[in-house]
């Protein structure tokens, strides 16, 4: 496969070019990979401790500065409140909420879907850091001989 650049592969500004491109591509993947461990895990905590978890269902009170719902749920009488860190632009005030709270602690209440944004946001970036420079070493052989 013929690789059409203005240097000149074979010069020493060339050379020192395609071993930088190689070092970017190593370091992507080592990212990746760091990226795939932090969902891994992060993915392993959430399903750990899910049993820890009650499920109930709270209402959006409004909505902060930055766009994200203040939701209000009741346990056992007792009213609470929390700004969810889960966001979209369909939610609307008095819609319900799933809340997801510690067993001992009513207080603690967050947003079901909140649990799984690392997850899945960390095993994206790594699946993408990871594969990203395989896709461009398949497809530029000649950096790579």
């Known amino acids: 496969m013929q690789v059409y650049s203005s240097i ?7 050379e020192r070019f395609l071993k930088l491109i190689r070092w970017m591509l190593r370091g992507m993947i080592i990212l990746g990979v760091i990226f795939l461990v932090v969902a891994l895990v992060s993915l392993g905590k959430t399903l750990v401790t899910r049993g820890d978890f009650v499920e109930t269902e709270g209402t959006i009170t409004g909505f902060n500065s930055s766009g994200f719902p203040t939701v ?13 860190n889960a966001t979209s632009s369909s939610l609307r005030e ?10 001992n602690d009513p ?4 947003s079901f879907t909140g649990r799984y944004v ?7 970036l790594g699946v993408g850091f990871t594969v990203i420079p395989w896709v461009v070493k398949k497809f530029t ?3 790579f001989d």
Not at 8 to 14: F, L, M, R, V
Not at 72 to 84: A, I, L, N
Not at 94 to 103: A, D
Not at 118 to 124: D, N, R
């Open 118 to 124: 690392i997850p899945i946001v960390f095993g994206a």
């Open 8 to 14: 000149d592969p074979n010069s020493e500004a060339g």
């Open 72 to 84: 209000e749920y009741t346990v056992d009488g007792q009213t609470y409140r929390f700004v969810s």
């Open 94 to 103: 008095g819609q319900p909420y799933r809340v997801q709270y510690p067993l």
């Open 107 to 110: 207080s603690g209440g967050r």
């Open 141 to 143: 052989v000649d950096l």
